[in-house]
T-cell receptor, first 112, second 114 residues
Framework: DQQVKQNSPSLSVQEGRISILNCDYT??????FLWYKKYPAEGPTFLIS?????DKNEDGRFTVFLNKSAKHLSLHIVPSQPGDSAVYFC???????????FGQGTTLQVKP | DSGVTQTPKHLITATGQRVTLRCSPR?????VYWYQQSLDQGLQFLIQ???????AKGNILERFSAQQFPDLHSELNLSSLELGDSALYFC?????????????FGPGTRLTVT
């Protein structure tokens, strides 16, 4: 049972435009959500997170939106840069342990 | 550089063998998590330790075990290895052992079982 889903395996955008990566979850007990970026042969790199008590968190070019009623979150990257090309994972956790449940990832390609 | 170190970077071994993967968390982090990334399964949580004690378990096989030592480094032991155990194994650490804190990942150990 996939509790965290990223339904788009890939996304291609033009440099300077907005990239929107989406993630859906099924477990209403999740209370903390994170986005990670991963390059081949490297570990995931933490990007941004959001608590379930918020609906938006912003850090530079990265903004995460959370819609609890729809059990949906999204990551916006504005403006997109070629160096953003990587695999993006969303992850969710519950309060008691912090173990992360990951989506399958979305490969973002930003074209110059 | 996340501050989390993992050794070795690559490991090639035969079926039936036993290996040990090592992880040192970021300075000040008390919790260590182990994850497995295989081609068809994505990133899967295996086990968590907090300040030396097991905190949570995922779908970790009985052939796998882990521990966290007093200096907070952790080791993941994989025994009776099978071809299907070939994967990337990541260690992550966080300051506390509960949700609401970011986890920082090491570079991973690529295990190949032949």
């Amino acid at each position: 049972d996939q509790q965290v889903k990223q339904n788009s395996p890939s996304l291609s955008v033009q440099e300077g435009r907005i990239s929107i990566l989406n993630c859906d979850y099924t477990n209403s007990m999740f209370d903390y959500f994170l986005w990670y970026k991963k390059y081949p042969a490297e570990g995931p790199t933490f990007l941004i997170s959001i608590s379930s008590i918020k609906d938006k968190n912003e850090d530079g070019r990265f903004t995460v939106f959370l819609n609890k009623s729809a059990k949906h979150l999204s990551l916006h990257i504005v403006p997109s840069q070629p160096g953003d090309s990587a695999v993006y994972f969303c992850a969710a956790s519950r309060g008691n342990t912090g173990k992360l449940i990951f989506g399958q990832g979305t490969t973002l390609q930003v074209k110059p | 550089d996340s501050g989390v170190t993992q050794t070795p970077k690559h490991l090639i071994t035969a079926t039936g063998q036993r290996v040990t993967l090592r992880c040192s968390p970021r300075s000040g982090d008390l919790s260590v998590y182990w994850y497995q990334q295989s081609l068809d399964q994505g990133l899967q949580f295996l086990i968590q330790y907090y300040n030396g004690e097991e905190r949570a378990k995922g779908n970790i096989l009985e052939r796998f075990s882990a521990q966290q030592f007093p200096d907070l480094h952790s080791e993941l032991n994989l025994s009776s290895l099978e071809l299907g155990d070939s994967a990337l194994y990541f260690c992550a650490s966080s300051v506390l052992g509960q949700g609401g804190y970011e986890q920082y990942f090491g570079p991973g150990t690529r295990l190949t079982v032949t």
